[in-house]
């Protein structure tokens, strides 16, 4: 039986990632501090360990205790609207942190490592995004992804540690936190509605996104470590079909039956178009994504969850380091 260490497994991507691995077999510990997750996200068949990645003396304890075979790092603070204004912490988290399981893994002999980057690495004007072009990342959370993967391929050429890097993309579903009014759109109409408020959206709306259902996702980072051709590369994945943001509204509240007023925001700085190719992981993972869920079905599922769970309240950020720029709704002050 394969060991594997599951990084932010409280969250939404990685509680998906523990059910497909405790299906293909392994004995999966998590790893995560839930600070933007829940523990009963978690699978009951894994071991839970609360704590951070940035706690090293605990991440060595860990991979001395259990002797992972493989590795999963989703834990990350993913806001990458307000990484510009928490930049410090941004780079303790996602870089740092990254950098303290990658040292045990060389220590340990891991098998694989994989590591969930972002689309965020290419910025703008790279489209469709392919994983040959230079990334040209512009925000911290960019930076610090790609830090990461740049640190992996350096681990794997002097060490031998192997990696695999999947970019997701705009990925939703089931376990997402609707709180969180940082990130992650789908859940953010979804909560807003539920409480009888009106949606928000920066800018006129016309930024467009391909949303990606997490069945799309999850089970091919899980089984990656199954397929020799996946290791030491870099995969896009998620969805082909681009969707404005003002569809999405439309989306969410025809599907759920609720109708609000959009309150538009002053535009913030992001990418305002934004689209991977598959092409890659379509060969490799032998994706087929003209079967993956529908923008409709997808927002469908999650709605049925969310509507069984609730609203969840939506609390502030309480470490900003730079005000200036912050947009008004993001600021408690």
């Known amino acids: 039986m394969y060991i594997s260490l599951v990084t932010g497994g409280a969250g939404f991507i990685g509680a998906h990632v523990i059910n497909e691995l405790i299906i293909l077999g392994h004995k999966v510990v998590v790893l995560d501090d839930l600070s933007g997750g829940f523990e009963d996200n978690i699978h009951p068949k894994s071991i839970f360990v609360k704590g951070s990645i940035n706690d090293k003396d605990l991440v060595s304890k860990l991979f001395s205790e259990y002797s992972f075979d493989y590795v999963y790092h989703l834990a990350a603070y993913a806001a990458e609207g307000l990484s510009h204004f928490i930049r410090r912490y941004n780079y303790e988290n996602n870089l740092i942190g990254s950098i303290n399981l990658i040292n045990q893994s060389i220590i340990h002999k891991v098998k694989c490592f994989v590591f969930t980057s972002s689309i965020a690495v290419y910025g703008a004007g790279q489209l469709p995004m392919k994983e040959d072009l230079t990334p040209m990342p512009e925000d911290p959370y960019g930076v610090a992804k790609f830090a ?156 049925t969850w969310v509507e069984k769970v609730g609203s969840r309240s939506s609390g502030y950020f309480d470490n900003i380091e730079i005000f200036e720029k912050l947009p008004p709704i993001w600021n408690k002050q």
């Open 148 to 303: 990461v993967e740049m640190d992996l391929k350096a681990a794997h050429e002097m060490f031998g540690l192997n990696y695999i890097i999947f970019r997701p993309h705009n990925v939703y579903g089931e376990y997402q936190n609707i709180g969180d009014r940082y990130r992650n759109v789908i859940g953010i109409f979804m909560n807003q509605l539920l409480q009888g408020k009106a949606l928000t959206i920066f800018g006129d709306g016309t930024q467009t996104r391909a949303f990606s259902y997490i069945s799309d996702v999850a089970p091919h980072i899980a089984n990656s470590i199954n397929i020799p051709a996946a290791y030491n590369e870099i995969f896009n994945i998620g969805g082909d079909l681009n969707y404005s943001v003002n569809e999405l509204a439309s989306t969410v509240m025809d599907v759920m039956n609720l109708k609000q007023p959009i309150s538009y925001q002053p535009a913030r700085n992001e990418v305002l178009h934004a689209y991977s190719d598959h092409t890659k992981a379509k060969n490799v993972f032998k994706l087929n994504v003209d079967e993956f869920v529908s923008l409709k079905d997808g927002v469908k599922k999650m709605a």
